[in-house]
């Protein structure tokens, strides 16, 4: 059964905005914050983490108390805002977001705090194009859980197969595909992909390339 295209849930750091965090950094930072307090052990392959699945791994001990998590939510918040200063648009962004309004709903779903996350949008001016944006506070679980994207469905009302989600990252894929919503990956590095065992819908080196997909959404019963 064919459903129409309502909506897509766009990732934010390296989708829409071209970040400066330095994710690694901040990862680093997070990892050493927690060894430090005896809420993780020393020696993890950091490799295979990001900053979320490293915070969700220490909320999982059930050691962490209020004001270790708040000190451990400052360091990530300090890396967001001192990155986000500055930030460029995707190239693309602007175009396909002012053909996508009033089209589709659109959200942005990103493991930033919703402070840093708004201050980048507002300083591109870009923030009147979502319906929705969703950062850490308002979810229970970071990418790649899929409780962000869960909320925007239950936000709208809609179901998993009326929705396409944009992102760059394993973790976007991972949550993205685990809350039943279509995945096109941007610019991804599909070694990664492959290895988290996250399979994309559709690939864009391009965010332009995103409006000849969602025609092909809109008009067949699936993108290959």
Same mark, same amino acid.
């Given at each position: 059964?064919?459903?129409?295209?309502?909506?897509?849930?766009?990732?934010?750091?390296?989708? @829409?905005?071209?970040?400066?965090?330095?994710?690694?950094?901040?990862?680093?930072?997070?990892?050493?914050?927690?060894?430090?307090?005896?809420?993780?052990?020393?020696?993890? /392959?950091?490799?295979?983490?990001?900053?979320?699945? @490293?915070?969700?791994?220490? #909320?999982?001990?059930?050691?962490?108390?209020?004001? +270790?998590?708040? /000190?451990?939510?400052? #360091? *990530?918040?300090?890396?967001?805002? $001192?990155?986000?200063?500055?930030?460029?648009?995707?190239?693309?962004? !602007?175009?396909? =977001?002012?053909? =996508?309004?009033?089209?589709?709903?659109?959200?942005?779903?990103?493991?930033? &705090?919703?402070? *840093?996350?708004?201050?980048? +949008?507002?300083?591109? /001016?870009?923030?009147?194009?979502? %319906?929705?944006?969703?950062?850490?506070? =308002?979810?229970?679980?970071?990418?790649?859980?899929?409780?962000?994207?869960?909320? !925007?469905? /239950?936000?709208?009302?809609?179901? *998993?197969?009326?929705?396409? &989600?944009?992102? %760059? &990252?394993? @973790? %976007?894929?991972?949550? &993205?595909?685990?809350?039943? @919503?279509?995945?096109?990956?941007?610019?991804?590095?599909?070694?990664?992909?492959?290895?988290?065992?996250? $399979?994309?819908?559709?690939?864009?080196?391009?965010?332009?390339?995103?409006?000849? +997909?969602?025609?092909?959404?809109?008009?067949?019963?699936?993108?290959?």
């Amino acid at each position: 059964m064919k459903h129409p295209l309502k909506g897509i849930v766009f990732d934010m750091d390296n989708t @829409i905005l071209r970040s400066r965090i330095d994710f690694q950094a901040m990862k680093n930072a997070t990892y050493q914050f927690l060894v430090s307090k005896e809420i993780l052990s020393d020696g993890y /392959d950091l490799s295979y983490h990001t900053t979320s699945t @490293i915070v969700e791994e220490a #909320i999982q001990t059930n050691r962490m108390s209020e004001e +270790l998590r708040n /000190d451990m939510w400052d #360091i *990530a918040k300090k890396h967001e805002v $001192c990155g986000m200063k500055g930030a460029d648009l995707e190239p693309g962004a !602007v175009e396909v =977001l002012s053909k =996508l309004k009033g089209r589709y709903q659109l959200a942005i779903v990103t493991n930033n &705090s919703v402070e *840093a996350a708004g201050i980048a +949008l507002r300083d591109n /001016d870009i923030s009147e194009y979502f %319906d929705f944006i969703i950062g850490r506070e =308002l979810i229970k679980a970071l990418k790649p859980s899929p409780d962000g994207y869960l909320r !925007v469905l /239950d936000e709208f009302k809609h179901s *998993a197969n009326e929705w396409l &989600s944009v992102g %760059d &990252s394993w @973790i %976007d894929g991972k949550a &993205s595909i685990s809350a039943g @919503i279509r995945f096109i990956a941007y610019r991804s590095d599909k070694e990664k992909l492959k290895q988290m065992k996250v $399979c994309p819908t559709g690939e864009v080196s391009n965010l332009l390339e995103l409006m000849s +997909l969602i025609e092909q959404f809109e008009e067949g019963p699936a993108i290959r």
